[in-house]
């Protein structure tokens, strides 16, 4: 199979980080956060996503032919 030599590399960086870190993501979160605020970048955070609605309430019911449509006030 043939094998990506950026792909390699990248991997063989995220082991080293991943090793020097002892496998800890928060850790490494805080280094990347750290790292970002030393070269003055701008760490976003972003509000928590809404959760959707579960699958089966867009299923028919019983007295429906059909699932409604998004925004469908039947």
């Known amino acids: 199979m043939w094998q990506d030599p950026i792909v390699e590399e990248i ?6 980080l991943a090793a020097q870190f002892q496998y800890d ?3 490494l ?3 990347f956060q750290a790292q970002q605020q030393a070269e ?4 976003v955070t972003r509000a928590p996503r809404r959760v959707p609605i ?3 309430s867009l299923l028919p019911t019983p007295d429906q032919a059909e699932p409604p449509l998004a ?3 039947r």
């Open 71 to 73: 925004g469908d006030a």
């Open 54 to 56: 579960a699958a089966h």
């Open 29 to 31: 979160g805080k280094f």
């Open 11 to 16: 991997h063989k960086i995220r082991e080293a």
């Open 25 to 27: 993501v928060q850790a």
């Open 40 to 43: 003055h970048r701008e760490v």
